[in-house]
Nanobody
């Protein structure tokens, strides 16, 4: 069973930066669009960003201009660079593969994604 592995989450002050990594041992990431999602306590899991097979990217409005997604197919890893973090970015962050598309679409419907990892916690607080 394929399962992605997220890492890089931490406690950071408002305005700080983190880089999250999404690794997929034994799975060829390069054929799929890969999405980052987050889930805050008591809230639905929401799409944050997606990178398509060609490298094209989508960002939720709440993170546009602050987060950057990238992929390194040689290392089989997808990254999420998060700058100027806000307290409302506090959540557990997950990555997953879109098994239906190789391009990103705005809806980032969760049912299209699979191979969810355990997530990595991000806390933005002073």
């Amino acid at each position: 069973q394929v399962q992605f592995v997220e890492s890089g989450g931490a406690l950071v002050q408002p305005g700080g930066s983190l880089r999250l990594s999404c690794a997929a041992p034994g799975f060829g990431l390069d054929y799929y669009a890969i999405g980052w999602f987050r889930q805050a306590p008591g809230r639905e899991r929401e799409g944050v960003s997606c990178v398509g097979r060609s490298g094209s990217a989508y960002y939720a409005d709440s993170v546009k201009g602050r987060f950057t997604i990238s992929r390194d197919n040689a290392d089989n890893t997808v990254y999420l660079q998060m700058n100027n973090l806000h307290p409302e970015d506090t959540a557990r962050y997950y990555c997953a593969a879109n098994l239906l598309r190789s391009v990103c679409v705005e809806s980032m419907a969760k049912y299209e994604y699979d191979y969810w990892g355990q997530g990595t916690p991000v806390t933005v607080s002073s």
